[in-house]
């Protein structure tokens, strides 16, 4: 969630929505390149964003070439209709981030160059990941999708935005499926198959691929 002095978009405007709040923020990274129109569907959608850091189920960082894996998570509303948000966006920057020290949970950004570029990786339907609290104290999310594999993050945030957590421990409890929604009989439609083959199970560190972005999901002109 961003917590800048950048231009808003158009506030959120379903009401009686119980994710209204997080959704009436400043525009976050990923937000003002969505906002710059290479993906049509998602220019004026409101975005609750943050970044995170991938770890094993250990909840260890995992890093590449002694990187940390980042990612920024985007939480999606492609409808001014939806009551919730209905699409995940998964992003990178186009340059790798310094090392995790730099990005820890408890650590300020100052080295952080705004203007990085990132790259949107993955678009998936939350009707097929369920999100969960993993580590509440290391503030770790569990990501499950639909085929079952997992992965888990580490929210990385300014130290100004100590509550940030909050918003994401509200946002699993409003998107927790009802209890036939874990009977394993969910299935993606071949018409809009899901490109998850770079995930790996539990601990391992998932590779990130691009998906082609549908044409149309809603309209927030």
Known sequence: MAMNN???LPLYTAQSSPAMGMFNTSMGKLQQQLYKGEYTIFKHAPVFESDFIQVSKKGEVIDVHNRARMVTVGIVHTSPHLTLPDVMLLAR?????????????????????????LELTRLFPLKFVTISIHNGKKQQLRLKLATGRSFYLQ???????????????NLVY?????????????????GDTLDVSGFEEEDKSPAILKRRIPAKMGDWT
Do not use: M
């Not at 310094?98 to 203007?115: C, F, I, L, N, V």
């Open 6 to 8: 950048q231009s808003k």
């Open 174 to 190: 409003i998107l927790r499926p009802p209890v036939e929604a874990y009977s394993g009989s969910q299935a993606i439609p071949v």
């Open 93 to 117: 920057r186009a340059a790798i981030c310094d090392d995790y020290d730099r990005y820890g949970p408890a650590t300020q950004e100052k080295d952080h160059k705004s203007t990085q570029i």
């Open 155 to 169: 929210l990385c945030h300014p130290s100004n935005t100590k509550d940030l957590f909050v918003y994401w421990e």
